[in-house]
């Protein structure tokens, strides 16, 4: 079976294939050909696979090249995992909204739209080319914005392509951890978009545990999520929501620690993997050691500043690793092999979910089979859930009418109507001020 990885040459590339590498069973990965245009940054990670294949016997032979279509050709299933404009790019757009006072983040508010606006009209291209040089090819789409990229690639592939990410199996674990029953035994009914939904039920043997959970101050305050929301809100929402709904809960504070940290997440991480694609180029350097040491250091610090907003203390060991390539592994294998299983995933709702219509792509519990993942009919979020879930996929609608028709002008009404920018004034200068930095914008006019 042949796996191609668009973002070859991306940082994470490592974990998919130290995750293949543990799979032993029939119908497993053999061949991996990794994407990328840079060819120095797939020079870099295939030094590193290389490394890690070292004595693993029947390791999937890995090849690379700069050439898209090539990449497609041939291909059983599409990671993509792309950054349209690289670090710098996040980093100017973290940047840019905080200097309006806004929040600047990867995905989500006036950071996320911008990298949406830029990442949109990439993403329509691969899927355009998926559909014809790759037509059965299945598609598990990593990049982010995940929910708003996937939407936009299933205008051209269906439900052939599907969104991943691993901040709801994270919670899903945390909760049933503290709960004291295994992951696989509990039902997490987890509804809303990607980095925007709830948790509204544990089920575990027939049995509701959340109530139990939401009673307990000291079950509540043992886990991640628990202290960065704290026990009175989550007894208030009666849910436990994703870490990323820290961004709208706590939007001030949130704002206001980020314009005061010396530099963004986006800029920390530009340097940190500057040092390591420069120090990979040094054949005298164990590349695999150079990673796993940037990689340490790169999750010991995710989502630091939340943490320390919320005075919820430091990142729990065992919740170090994301997780990413977990959740697109079981997935690639319940696809290939029929094997069935139940994946929080980013797909088309298709009445899943009230009242999003059918082709917005929502974030929820599906059943995954040789079919592909099909969503499992959800109840209905309380209604505050449903106007943000709402006002967010208005806002991202607009970013792929505007990606669609070039227009700056509808442009700015997604920035202007995404719930996390307050004026209008706002949006315009927010437009300027990206247009201005990003090469990727450049089709708006
Ligand atoms: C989580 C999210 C991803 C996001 C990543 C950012 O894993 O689910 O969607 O890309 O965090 O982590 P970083 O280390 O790049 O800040
Ligand atoms: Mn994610």
New binding site residues.
Partial sequence: MRLTILGGGGFRVPLVYGALLGDRAEGRVTRVVLHDPDAGRLRAITRVLAEQADGVPDAPQVTATTDLDEALRGADFVFSALRVGGLEG?AHDERIALAEGVLGQ??VGAGGIAYGLRTVPVAVDIARRVARLAPDAWVIN?T???GLVTEAMSRHLGDRVIGI???PV?LGRRIARVLGVRPEEAWIDYAGL??LGWVRSVRVAGRDELPRLLADPALLGSFEEGRLFGADWLRSLGAIPNE?LHYYYFTREAVRSARRAERT??AF?LDQQARFYAGTGDPGVPALELWNRTRAE??A???AENRETAGAGDREEEDLS???EKVALALMRAIARDERTTLILNVRNRGALAPLDAEAVVELPCRVDAGGAHPVPADPLPDHATGLVCAVKAAEREVLAAAGSGSRATALKAFALHPLVDSVNVARRLVDGYTAVHPGLSYLT
Avoid: I, V
């Fill in positions: 996040r990867e995905t990593f982010n914005p995940a990410c691993d901040s994270g990607n980095h990323y997440r986006g991480l790169r999750e610090t995710y989502m994301g997780g990413y």
